[in-house]
């Protein structure tokens, strides 16, 4: 089992430019969440999915989007780029019913540069 | 609302020394505190979790934490560190009827040094 995967590992864009952050998980898990890591400030929610066909924000949404496409992918769409999302993205998985405590399982991460 | 703080942003260690990172929760309701470690290039893995019951938790890799109801704080501790240690660590909190919101605390670079 592959678990969390993201593509791409590394991506460098121009400011305006648009791109798409994805994720799958062959896990079989309900919920899922896209996060940013920046130095200093921990990591921080974007927008969490609880269950196919639902999206909610998280504490920094501004700037982007997401779909839950089906039960194993949630991609995060970024429109238009700016320097300020420069950024190592996660994505993030959680077993069990939506407002469960049980643990998030990461993908390796995506890391990106606006340049 | 819930928050978390973590400290220390760098904690130098020599191996076999013990380590205790500190990790203090804001809440006005009751809370489920977990412990992530990030090793470079990589995600998250949980380290350990608190969810109810006795408040000494036992996690992977020899780590432990004691939540601290009157302290409000979830320090994360290992007798004798190594090596592969090394490491970010983060303290999460997320609170009763909260359970799809982690928040997370800024992080502890655990340096392991021979």
């Known amino acids: 089992n592959a678990g969390v995967t993201q593509t791409p590992k590394f991506q460098v864009l121009k400011t305006g430019q648009s791109m798409t952050l994805q994720c799958a998980q062959d896990?079989?898990?309900?919920?899922m969440y896209w996060y940013r890591q920046d130095p200093g400030m921990g990591l921080r929610l974007i927008y969490y999915?609880?269950?196919?066909?639902?999206?909610d924000k998280g504490e920094v949404p501004n700037g982007y989007n997401v779909s839950r496409l089906n039960k194993r992918e949630f991609s995060l769409r970024l429109e238009s780029a700016a320097p300020s999302q420069t950024s190592v993205y996660f994505c993030?998985?959680?077993?069990?019913?939506?407002?469960?405590?049980?643990?998030?399982?990461f993908g390796p991460g995506t890391r990106l540069t606006v340049l | 609302a819930q928050s978390v703080t973590q400290l220390d942003s760098q904690v130098p260690v020599f191996e076999e020394a013990p380590v205790e990172l500190r990790c203090n929760y804001s809440?006005?309701?009751?809370?489920?505190l977990f412990w992530y470690v990030q090793y470079p290039n990589q995600g998250l893995q949980l380290l350990l979790k608190?969810?109810?019951?006795?408040?000494l938790v036992k996690g992977i890799n020899g780590f432990e934490a004691e939540f601290n109801k009157s302290q409000t704080s979830f320090h994360l501790r290992k007798p004798s560190v190594h090596i592969s240690d090394t490491a970010e660590y983060f303290c999460?909190?997320?609170?009763?009827?909260?359970?799809?919101?982690?928040?997370f605390g800024t992080g502890t670079q655990l340096k392991v040094e021979l």
């Open positions: 993030a998985t959680k077993r069990g019913l939506a407002g469960s405590y049980n643990e998030q399982f």
């Open positions: 896990m079989n898990h309900n919920s």
């Open positions: 999915s609880a269950s196919e066909g639902t999206t």
């Open positions: 809440s006005s309701v009751s809370v489920y």
């Open positions: 608190y969810l109810s019951g006795s408040t």
């Open positions: 999460a909190v997320t609170m009763t009827g909260g359970g799809n919101k982690l928040t």
